[in-house]
Each structure stands twice: as C-alpha cells, then as structure tokens.
C-alpha cells in the first residue's frame, strides 16, 4: 500500500518568517495531494491540494509543488502569522474507483511565535 | 451546505456496553469513509462507502460494524471495545468522481472507552 514520509515533525518559525514542510510517497499510482490543517480538538480541514497533473499551486500565502518523478510534494507558506499554528498533515490518493482513499503522513507541528 | 455533522461530540462507554456513532451530510456526496485518529497521530482509514455499498475495509475488527442507511448518513456501531479502541472517530464525505477531489471531514466523536 501507499506509504507517505512527511518532515520535519515539528517547526518553530519566527511571524513573518517562511514555512516549509515536505512530504514523499511511495505508489507511482497517487495522483491526489491534499494538506490539511488540524487545530488543537478540531476537524482536519483542506487548506491546499494539487492533482497529478500539475507541478505547482498558490492560493495567497499558501503554496503547494509537486515532483512526480522524485514522488515528492511541499508545502510552503509565507508570511506566517500566530494563527497558522496547527498540525499540518500531507496525504496522498490514487482514486481509480472514484472515491478518495487518504493516506496521510505523520504530521508536521507548526509553531509561529509572535 | 459543507457541512458534515457527527454525533455525539464525546461518548464514553464500558466494554461491554453497544453504543453507535451517527454521521450526516447533505452536499450529494456517495462516498463516505470512517477514520481513527489517535492523539498525536495522523487519521487512518477504517472504511469506504460508495453508494451506501461497503466498498473497503481495512482490517477493522468486527467489534467496528459500519452501516450506510442511505445516501446522506454513516453509522458505526461499537460492541465490546477495547480502551486501546480509544480514539477520534472522523467521518468524511466525498464525491464519486475519479478519486481526486476534497474530502469534507466532520469534526469528531471523541471516544473514551473504560
């Protein structure tokens, strides 16, 4: 089965400052990359995702690239604010049968300290 | 309507004791999926639905019997748990399109069992 590697575990950044967190997968077959964001007792929630066929994403602060031949993507954010601090995790879908099975990585935990 | 709602919030129970868990969602979504998360740790898949059919189950064990009454609510029914069996309980949704499409999680039913 799919198996995905997210680094690093934590991430202490200064606000202002870049983030970024990088993840590999191991089924040639995904084609789906989700980030989601997980606050403190809350729901993960999308914040970026890219599909196979593209090699980069941006969404204001948020950016997502995705090398298929390397089987690596990354989540870089910008800016970062005090807010951002959450649980990030990766995951990766192949589909095929028309529903998303998530495999996600270990999560990376942000702290953006004011 | 993105919403996708689960009841209770938290549920403590014995081990001997048959409780159920109750997803809804009203997006037209015919794929629905039960996650574990344990703290610390990322979700895991522990089953798909696709059209209120029981499409993947990933080794849960038996004591884990989900149920799709129709196309806009997920049950799971607990029997017999584990405290190891502690976890939150995700649901999410989904549309039935080629598998790459956003996953809509509700926010959890924390489950103590003791």
């Known amino acids: 089965g799919e198996n995905v590697e997210q680094h690093p575990s934590t991430l202490s950044v200064q606000e202002g400052d870049s983030a970024v967190i990088k993840c590999t997968y191991s089924?040639?077959?995904?084609?789906?990359f989700p980030w989601y964001k997980q606050e403190l007792g809350k729901r993960p929630q999308l914040i970026i995702d890219i599909r196979s066929n593209v090699g980069e994403k941006k969404d204001q602060r948020i950016a997502v690239t995705l090398n298929k031949t390397a089987k690596h993507f990354s989540l870089h954010i910008t800016e970062t604010q005090p807010e951002d601090s959450a649980v990030y995790f990766c995951?990766?879908?192949?589909?095929?049968?028309?529903?998303?099975?998530?495999?996600f990585g270990k999560g990376t935990m942000l702290l953006v300290s004011p | 309507d993105t919403e996708v709602t689960q009841t209770p919030k938290h549920l403590v129970m014995g081990m001997t004791n048959k409780k159920s868990l109750k997803c809804e969602q009203h997006?037209?979504?015919?794929?629905m999926y039960w996650y574990k998360q344990k703290a610390k740790k990322p979700p895991e898949l522990m089953f798909v639905?696709?059209?209120?059919?029981?499409?993947i189950n990933e080794s849960v064990p038996s004591r884990f019997s989900p149920e799709c009454p129709n196309s806009s609510l997920l049950n799971l029914h607990l029997h017999a748990l584990q405290p190891e069996d502690s976890a939150l309980y995700l649901c999410?949704?989904?549309?039935?399109?080629?598998?790459?499409?956003?996953?809509?999680f509700g926010q959890g039913t924390r489950l103590t069992v003791v």
């Open positions: 997006m037209g979504h015919r794929a």
């Open positions: 639905y696709s059209y209120e059919k029981l499409s």
């Open positions: 999410a949704s989904s549309q039935l399109t080629t598998g790459d499409t956003e996953a809509f």
């Open positions: 089924d040639s077959a995904s084609n789906y």
């Open positions: 995951a990766a879908s192949k589909g095929g049968s028309g529903y998303s099975t998530l495999t």
